[in-house]
């Protein structure tokens, strides 16, 4: 069974630094594209971060880009987000998500699935 | 990027009642769109990708439809569990990965 799991979370002060962790299992973690997302509490899923394999590639939100580091370890099945002079806006519940994907009728569709649990940040003096 | 929308925000609905959900993006997106059920402190799940393709274990009273720039989620007989927050998705263009507000479906 494909799963992901987060670790990390937790009370930071506003400009302080965090990191999350997502160990993946019973998939091929090293040819996946990863993914973080987060949920402010009550508001709908928003992007954050993505890290690709085939091409290499990395790319951020907006709204984090710049503070926000996210990174993989193939060896330890394992993707993290750093993340850096946080905001009370940055509270969340942060996601991490593979990438599948699919062939159907001469088109490759891609989904996200499976996502881990959740890791809640919360950024408040 | 593209934006999408759904309606309505939320409804409220009976066991055993049709559902259906709206999502309109703002650009074609031919058939690249995903719907996702979330639960209360849960994290999403895949029920349809490719616009209509049910999802490996999804039960088939979950449906969906469209292409281009409108689609629809149906649920043909709501039972008790589907109560929860659905999203859709577009895989057109990504990153950015934007989804839609979301829709509640509450019990009425």
């Known amino acids: 069974e494909m799963q992901l799991e987060e670790s990390g979370g937790g009370l930071v002060k506003p400009g302080g630094s965090l990191r999350l962790s997502c160990a993946a299992s019973g998939f091929a973690f090293s040819t996946s594209d990863m993914h973080w997302f987060r949920q402010a509490p009550g508001k709908g899923l928003e992007w954050v971060a993505s890290?690709?394999?085939?091409?290499?590639?990395?790319s951020y939100a907006d709204s984090v880009q710049g503070r926000f580091t996210i990174s993989r370890d193939n060896a330890e099945n394992s993707v993290f987000l750093q993340m850096n002079s946080l905001r009370a806006e940055d509270t969340a519940v942060y996601y991490c998500?593979?990438?599948?994907?699919?062939?159907?009728?001469?088109?490759?569709?891609?989904?996200?699935?499976?996502w881990g649990q959740g890791t809640l940040v919360t950024v408040s003096s | 990027d593209i934006q999408m929308t759904q309606s309505p925000s939320s409804l409220s609905a009976s066991v055993g009642d049709r559902v259906t959900i709206t999502c309109r993006a703002s650009?074609?997106?031919?058939?690249?769109l995903n719907w996702y059920q979330q639960k209360p402190g849960k994290a999403p799940k895949l029920l349809i990708y490719?616009?209509?393709r049910l999802q490996s274990g999804v039960p088939s009273r979950f449906s969906g439809s469209g292409s281009g720039t409108d689609f629809t989620l149906t649920i043909s007989s709501l039972q008790p569990e589907d109560f929860a927050t659905y999203y859709c998705q577009q895989s057109y263009r990504t990153p950015p990965f934007t989804f839609g507000p979301g829709t509640k479906v509450d019990i009425k």
């Open positions: 490719a616009a209509s």
């Open positions: 890290i690709y394999t085939s091409p290499i590639y990395i």
């Open positions: 998500a593979r990438l599948g994907n699919t062939h159907y009728n001469w088109n490759d569709y891609t989904w996200l699935g499976p």
């Open positions: 650009q074609s997106i031919t058939t690249y």
